[in-house]
């Protein structure tokens, strides 16, 4: 930042910090909605860039997600003037992503024009989580004529080699759900948009059938996992080591020597379902299969990747503390850690949850699990996991792609489900 935006930023600051005892830091630290809200909506009515920035210092900075939120909805009233200018400067220059990403959120909502180029500029921003909040706020608001800026932000990623990254993938999921087509690179939604401007800036989708634009891009396939694409080149495992992962699973329909185990009553169900996964190959073991997915997966994984493996029972265990690059060493020592998977315990899918959003510049988490988050002592509640992960996650932006066994689904596939579309990442089921 150069000295005259710091010159600035401490005149607009000094009024702010005076108000030692002002009405909005006694609101604050009461962690009062509604005395958040109203002393936030006496300063927008004021309107300007020093109420403004009182906001941003003693509100949008609090770390409460109580406070944040009702801080927004109290801006809600604010008018066209310098206040309104100066969060459109801070949304795009704010040194704290944090206040960047509440305020692109706030002015997504706006009818300004200036309002809405601030959101597209939010677009390049450096931090991945910030460009993710633009995208999903385009998103909500679904209109044709973010269509061109969205292939412009699509092909800055190419430039910077980040044709995987998930900045890149949300950008296409936008596109195809304005558009109707199915494509990979710019070039090739550049030619789309403007061989049908007509039809799509009137909010109609083209016909996919009619789509002929092969040869135009390059798709890169990207790595999978359980069938699941891998989309991102800075992501997490989370992987289930716990006591159930040991238990057989059935085999495929139409597999096997044609003993079909199928659902009966009483003792003797019991005892039949009990042969039947003794009888069934130790291949079918939960963990053995994951083990050979992960190995599989790992050999593929690009040099462009950094990954991390992180298990979880009672405890957690992590490979290592950071992401660590694809190459052929570290490749060797995650198949190393794969190979020393052991199933025990109890399933803290909390502490592992917790663990992987702490190790830094991951942008997608994969979680794989049989079951429900469970603990003897100090029990989960699933529901209030979810909530957490919610408000750690509210800044971050990070997809949790979650892989669950047909076999236990139930409870534990709604929970898993519930916790991708949540963070708007997907669930995988394996049979």
């Given at each position: ?31 009062r ?26 509100a ?50 706006r ?66 759900d ?99 996964n003794?009888e ?10 994951v ?46 850690f ?35 988050p ?37 409870n ?20």
């Amino acid at each position: 930042m150069n000295m005259a935006v710091l010159l600035v930023l401490s005149s607009l600051l000094s009024p702010a910090m005076e108000r030692i005892d002002s009405t909005l830091e006694k609101a604050v630290a009461s962690a009062r909605a509604d005395a958040v809200r109203a002393a936030v909506e006496v300063l927008a009515a004021e309107g300007t860039s020093s109420a403004i920035e009182e906001v941003i210092v003693v509100a949008l900075l609090a770390d409460d997600a109580v406070v944040e939120k009702a801080a927004i909805a109290g801006l809600v009233g604010l008018q066209p003037g310098s206040g309104l200018d100066w969060l459109c400067t801070q949304a795009n220059q704010h040194p704290r992503k944090e206040v960047r990403d509440l305020l692109i959120g706030f002015l997504a909502e706006r009818s300004e024009a200036e309002c809405f180029r601030v959101v597209l500029q939010a677009l390049y921003d450096e931090e991945d989580s910030v460009a993710l909040c633009a995208i999903e706020a385009l998103r909500l608001k679904s209109h044709p004529g973010s269509i061109p800026h969205m292939i412009r932000a699509l092909k800055h990623q190419e430039d910077r080699d980040r044709d995987l990254s998930v900045v890149a993938e949300r950008i296409r999921e936008m596109l195809s759900d304005l558009t109707g087509a199915d494509l990979f690179a710019a070039s090739e939604w550049d030619a789309l948009w403007k061989g049908n401007k007509k039809t799509l800036t009137k909010g109609k989708k083209v016909d996919a059938t009619k789509i002929v634009l092969k040869g135009t891009g390059v798709k890169i396939d990207p790595p999978s996992f359980f069938g699941q694409e891998l989309v991102s080149e800075k992501i997490v495992f989370v992987l289930d080591t716990s006591i159930s992962m040991q238990e057989k699973d059935p085999l495929p329909e139409g597999e096997g020597d044609g003993k079909k185990g199928g659902r009966g009553t009483g003792v003797d169900s019991v005892n039949k379902k009990k042969d039947a996964n003794d009888e069934l190959p130790n291949s079918r073991m939960r963990l053995r299969r994951v083990q050979r997915e992960l190995k599989r997966m790992i050999r593929e994984l690009p040099r462009s990747f950094r990954f991390c493996l992180l298990t979880f029972d009672r405890d957690v265990n992590r490979m290592s503390d950071q992401l660590v690059s694809a190459t052929p060493d570290q490749k060797r020592r995650a198949i190393k850690f794969v190979d020393g998977f052991d199933p025990q315990g109890f399933t803290s899918t909390d502490l592992a949850l917790d663990s992987a959003f702490k190790i830094p510049g991951v942008r997608t988490i994969v979680l794989l699990s049989d079951g429900m988050p469970f603990r003897v002592k100090d029990p989960i509640d699933p529901e209030q996991l979810l909530d957490h992960i919610e408000e750690i996650n509210r800044f971050e932006h990070i997809p949790i792609h979650s892989v669950g066994f047909k076999a236990t689904s139930g409870n534990a596939g709604g929970f898993l489900e519930e916790l991708s579309r949540r963070t708007r990442g997907k669930y995988t089921e394996v049979p």
